[in-house]
């Protein structure tokens, strides 16, 4: 373009006033990107202790079955009627005491696993700290409430042999738990894998993006800021919110099709 048609000041117009976009509800700055940091929530307390109770009940009652299923598991102690002595166990080494806890333990350590990743996948919109301290408290409910469901399998006709039974008979002592350190593995392995899954979240309210609407990265993009000093081009392509057109073009389309190129210039007669 001659700098004799460039438009004059009659071309441009004053840009308007910069009105800043409205704010977002969190109030925060957003990065380079243009991405919204996602809005923090603020959980009623009633609605985080309503979570640990009812993570730490639905973890209690399921530990009636694990009781039973270790009943089965566990290995009873032959024991036998001693007379004086009393009931003594019929073995000089006996290792169904050791074998009992063990089986106990590792129920218990693979339920705190399990219950951990399947209640972080069912209540992902109540993670945080109710749902950690359901399910260390159910952990440690869980593994009580197995214990006694799984003693009490065999333990009224245990009782009666020891009352009717005569020197030198012997029986088949239900398992029992000896080693009451066992009771915390399931608490221990469910705060253990919960930590870790909350400490793989990609995101900061512990929460899928786009799980609720309103939170995590689902915000709209935010304006791109303007210099209320910069005045607005018309048809540069690059226009802001607060300029305005003018309507004149202020160079070649760019989808419109290539001038065709100039024809070369004759030669010069040769003499």
Avoid: C, K
């Avoid at 977002?24 to 202790?49: E, I, K, N, Q, S």
């Avoid at 694990?66 to 566990?74: C, I, N, P, V």
């Amino acid at each position: 373009m001659n700098p004799s048609q460039e438009p004059g000041p009659q071309h441009y117009e004053q840009a308007q006033p910069y009105d800043p976009p409205p704010a977002y509800p969190y109030g925060g700055p957003v990065d380079a990107l243009g991405w919204a940091p996602p809005r923090p929530r603020r959980r009623p307390l009633g609605r985080t202790v309503l979570v640990a109770v009812s993570v730490t009940a639905a973890m209690a009652v399921a530990g009636a079955p694990l009781g039973l299923l270790w009943s089965w598991l566990a290995p009873t102690v032959p024991v036998i009627n001693a007379g004086q002595n009393g009931i003594v166990v019929n073995d000089p080494s006996p290792e169904e005491y050791i074998a009992a806890d063990a089986w106990f333990t590792m129920i218990a350590f693979v339920f705190g696993l399990l219950a951990a990743v399947l209640i972080w996948l069912l209540r992902r919109r109540d993670r945080g700290p109710g749902l950690l301290t359901g399910v260390t408290l159910g952990g440690l409910a869980a593994a009580v409430v197995m214990w006694q469901v799984g003693r009490l399998v065999g333990l009224s006709a245990w009782n009666d042999w020891q009352d009717s039974s005569t020197a030198g008979q012997t029986y088949d002592r239900p398992p029992d738990l000896h080693a009451h350190g066992a009771l915390l593995v399931a608490g221990f392995a469910a705060v253990i894998v919960t930590t870790l899954l909350a400490g793989w979240s990609n995101d900061p309210d512990l929460e899928l993006p786009g799980a609720r609407p309103g939170y995590g990265h689902d915000l709209p993009y935010p304006p791109d800021p303007v210099d209320p000093a910069v005045l607005s081009h018309p048809g540069d392509g690059r226009d802001r919110p607060g300029g305005l057109s003018s309507g004149s073009p202020a160079g070649p389309d760019p989808t419109a099709a290539p001038a065709p190129p100039a024809p070369w210039p004759a030669d010069p007669p040769r003499g």
